[in-house]
């Protein structure tokens, strides 16, 4: 299930994912046929616990290994372009550097892609150009996907390109587009649910930064925490059981 939507692309057949390719480099009047395509989104509730995502297609297929995820590090608020802007810039001033590319493994940004996507309308395409004209010489080619009314917003156009239903390249850039709004949703929600976690911890007796610790290693959401039993906390996360029954005490009267 977890490249369900992502597989689109090739689930009509390698022949129609090839000819996605090719048309979409002829609609969007690409350089180059666009074999490596980067997609981006934002997901946050509100401002808060706000993260970004990179997914990496090659050929038409995703290529889970390349992904990359953004905790927000300078936008305060629900400022969703703002959010936008910072992921791009921090991945454009690495294109040609061969810069690290962080904690997963040890591939390196410095490959230039051949396009990149962006969920959302003009303001996000225009956030995403934004950061791409501060950061690189590089003029990666950049357009953005509206949900709802599937609008192709290209640079340099000021009307959106409205592309048939059974069109390759609406179903190409529908695939990657929906990969990273995934890959964005289910990162914000382990943020969001290890934030709610660190929370209700910091509120128990007993739970110094050691045992802290322990808790978050062993138990993965607030969800996993609340349904453990008094011994489950005692055996996974090496708590005496005083603080055992006190955090149970705590989560039981925070649910009522």
């Known amino acids: 299930r977890q490249f369900a939507a992502a597989r689109v692309v090739v689930g009509r057949g390698a022949e129609h994912g090839r000819l996605g390719l090719s048309q979409l480099k002829d609609v969007l009047n690409l350089p180059v046929l666009p074999r490596r395509i980067e997609a981006y989104d934002i997901s946050n509730m509100q ?5 970004g995502s990179m997914v990496v297609f090659e050929d038409g297929v995703p290529k889970p290994s390349e992904y990359r995820r953004f905790k927000i590090r300078t936008v305060s608020g629900q400022d969703d372009y703002a959010m936008m802007r910072e992921v791009l810039r921090r991945r454009f001033v690495r294109l040609g550097r061969g810069a690290p590319a962080g904690s ?3 591939a390196n940004w410095s490959v230039v892609p051949s396009l990149v996507v962006v969920d959302g309308g003009r303001g996000q395409l225009n956030a995403a150009i934004s950061a791409r004209e501060e950061s690189t010489p590089h003029k990666v080619p950049i357009v953005s996907l509206a949900k709802k009314e599937e609008l192709v917003f290209v640079e340099g156009k000021p009307s959106p390109v409205q592309l048939p239903d059974d069109s390759p390249v609406l179903h190409l850039l529908q695939a990657v587009r929906d990969e990273a709004h995934r890959f964005a949703v289910s990162y914000h929600r382990n943020v969001r649910d290890s934030s709610a976690l660190s ?3 910091d509120e128990v007796a007993g739970i110094g930064p050691r045992r802290r610790r322990a808790l978050l290693v062993a138990f993965a959401s607030l969800a996993e925490l609340r349904a453990a039993s008094i011994n489950e906390l005692r055996q996974r996360a090496g708590v ?7 955090l149970k005490r705590h989560l039981d009267s925070a649910a009522s």
């Open 240 to 246: 005496p059981e005083t603080v055992a029954r006190a």
């Open 104 to 106: 997963r493994g040890r």
């Open 199 to 201: 929370s209700v911890l």
């Open 47 to 51: 401002g808060a616990s706000a993260v």
